[in-house]
């Protein structure tokens, strides 16, 4: 459950790694994002091992204070797969996606819920862990 003021890791190769929700893109007046939902996020802090190698132009881009879409990939709140079966992880985390919802980067760290991939495939071309 992500709700606007929800701090977010980053797990892509974009070169950040700290964002905040702004807002809840959905129709309708949802409030609260869970799994598989495309949220406004704005960059809070940089990973400057990944971001002194990124170009110039890409630089801009992924500066602090920017704004850009995100997909939730992994939340602390359960996920029910078959009746019983739940599954949960230890962070709340996002890729960065354009407006076709694809990802920005070429690589998605940890592991993706295979619902996920079914849902969005570009997600699971770039994804290593698939579960």
Do not use: W
């Not at 892509?12 to 790694?17: A, I, N, P, R, W």
């Amino acid at each position: 459950m992500i709700q606007v003021g929800s701090i977010l890791f980053v797990s892509d190769k974009s070169g950040v790694s700290l964002c905040e929700c702004i807002k809840v893109l959905s129709s309708g007046k949802k409030r609260i994002a869970f799994l598989s939902d495309v949220i406004l996020v704005s960059v809070k802090r940089l990973n400057l091992l990944r971001f002194s190698r990124l170009k110039d132009r890409q630089k801009k881009k992924f500066s602090k204070g920017t704004l850009h879409r995100a997909l939730i990939i992994r939340t602390k709140v359960y996920y029910c797969r078959f009746p019983g079966i739940f599954v949960r992880f230890d962070e709340n985390s996002v890729v960065l996606v354009n407006k076709k919802v694809v990802p920005v980067s070429n690589r998605i760290y940890g592991p993706v819920l295979m619902e996920l991939c079914v849902r969005y495939p570009s997600v699971g071309c770039v994804s290593r862990h698939i579960i």
